[in-house]
C-alpha cells in the first residue's frame, strides 16, 4: 500500500480544493452519510481492512472540510 495515501491524499490541498470546486456542501454532507456505515462492516481479510481504513480516512477528512457543527446543520437539514 502507498504509505502516502495512509496520512491523507499526496497533496491535501489540491485534493480539497478539488473537492470543493466539484461538490456543493450538501453533496459532501451526503458521500459521508454513505459512507458512515462501512464503520460497521466486518473486513474478511487484509485488504479488506486497508480499504475500509481508506473508506473512514475520506470520511473524516469530507468531515474536517465541512466542519463539525457545518456537517451536523446538513445531516439535519437533508434528513441523513
Known amino acids: 500500500m502507498n504509505d502516502e495515501r495512509q496520512s491523507g491524499a499526496v497533496d491535501q490541498e489540491a485534493f480539497e480544493e478539488v473537492i470543493r470546486d466539484n461538490l456543493s456542501p450538501e453533496a ?15 473486513p ?4 479488506a481492512m486497508q480499504a475500509l ?3 473512514e480516512w475520506f470520511a473524516n477528512t469530507l468531515t474536517d472540510m465541512l466542519g463539525v457543527e457545518e456537517h451536523n446543520r446538513l445531516m439535519e437539514e437533508l434528513g441523513l
Do not use: G, K, M
Open 28 to 42: 459532501v454532507a451526503t458521500i459521508i452519510a454513505f459512507l458512515q456505515p462501512a464503520a460497521f462492516y466486518r
Open 44 to 47: 474478511a481479510n487484509e485488504d
Open 53 to 55: 481504513l481508506q473508506v
